[in-house]
């Protein structure tokens, strides 16, 4: 086994980090590999925001949902799928092709790009020996997050993503097991077949927590995933995606 695969392989969130900042250089080395993702037809739809600003990374947390990490770190990236570049770049050219942002499949594109290279800057991060973070709850309130990062439209904040120094290194998390996650030639259609698996999935996951919280905690995966999604949230969605210009076809 490789250096590069025992990296991903030791992959775990970091939520507690040490006050100490990320140097110009690997910021820039973080978001060079980032660019050096897998893009699709070369169209780039991507914009990664470096937060600095105290004052900015303190509200942000907030906005996250009171998340203390967002604002104490190394390091805040926000990654946003981005088109608004494309509409100047059509300016340039003297082409309409508001049609072709505007549809589904160029938002389903900026949302990819921008997640494999965000996935590309995770990775050369931890190649540091740093710790990071995916922060989802910055879409809690995405009208606030535009105001905050001076967004245009045609761009929608994703995700944040902290790196930094850590204090505490987490366990890593048990993953749903391979068979449930790849198929052979087709889409595995037995229900009785998943419901097996995950019935022993859900074992491995209580035995974690329960050993993590000193017997404390001992849910399962599916009582988790059935208290995460019966909970409506971020709504609002559908209508400010449309109302930056995007997924509007």
Same mark, same amino acid.
């Given at each position: 086994?490789?250096?590069?695969?025992?990296?991903?392989?030791?992959?775990?969130?970091?939520?507690?980090?040490?006050?100490?900042l990320l140097s110009k250089e690997q910021i820039e080395t973080i978001v060079a590999c980032a660019q050096s993702a897998?893009?699709?037809?070369?169209?780039? *739809?991507?914009?990664?925001?470096?937060?600095?600003?105290?004052?900015?990374?303190?509200?942000?947390?907030?906005?996250?949902?009171?998340?203390?990490?967002?604002?104490?770190?190394?390091?805040?990236?926000?990654?946003?799928?981005? #088109?608004? /570049?494309?509409?100047? *770049?059509?300016?340039?050219?003297?082409?309409?092709?508001?049609?072709?942002?505007?549809?589904?499949?160029?938002?389903?594109?900026?949302?990819?790009?921008?997640?494999? *290279? *965000?996935?590309?800057?995770?990775?050369?991060?931890?190649?540091?020996?740093?710790?990071?973070?995916?922060i989802g709850g910055i879409r809690n309130n995405l009208a606030a997050v535009n105001e905050l990062l001076n967004i245009?439209?045609?761009?929608?904040p994703l995700f944040g993503l902290v790196v930094g120094y850590p204090k505490n290194r987490s366990e890593k998390k048990?993953?749903?097991?391979?068979?449930?996650?790849?198929?052979?030639?087709?889409? #595995?259609?037995?229900?009785?077949?998943?419901?097996?698996?995950?019935?022993?999935?859900?074992?491995?996951?209580?035995?974690?927590?329960?050993? /993590?919280?000193?017997?404390?905690?001992?849910?399962?995966?599916?009582?988790?995933?059935?208290?995460?999604?019966?909970?409506?949230? /971020?709504?609002?969605?559908?209508?400010?995606?449309?109302?930056?210009?995007?997924? /509007?076809?």
């Open positions: 086994m490789n250096e590069i695969i025992e990296k991903i392989l030791d992959h775990r969130s970091i939520r507690s980090f040490e006050d100490k897998a893009t699709s037809s070369y169209i780039q *739809a991507y914009t990664i925001i470096g937060v600095t600003d105290q004052e900015k990374k303190a509200k942000l947390a907030e906005l996250a949902g009171n998340q203390s990490y967002v604002e104490n770190n190394g390091h805040l990236f926000v990654f946003c799928a981005d #088109l608004h /570049r494309h509409e100047i *770049a059509a300016q340039m050219e003297n082409q309409d092709i508001t049609e072709s942002i505007e549809s589904t499949e160029k938002f389903m594109v900026a949302c990819i790009d921008a997640a494999l *290279a *965000a996935q590309n800057a995770a990775l050369a991060a931890e190649s540091m020996d740093l710790g990071i973070c995916y245009p439209t045609k761009v929608i048990p993953r749903l097991p391979f068979v449930n996650v790849y198929h052979e030639n087709e889409y #595995l259609r037995d229900e009785e077949v998943f419901k097996s698996q995950l019935g022993e999935y859900n074992e491995t996951i209580s035995a974690y927590y329960e050993h /993590r919280t000193n017997g404390k905690r001992n849910d399962t995966w599916t009582s988790q995933m059935m208290d995460m999604l019966g909970k409506k949230s /971020r709504l609002y969605m559908k209508d400010f995606v449309e109302g930056q210009g995007l997924k /509007r076809k």
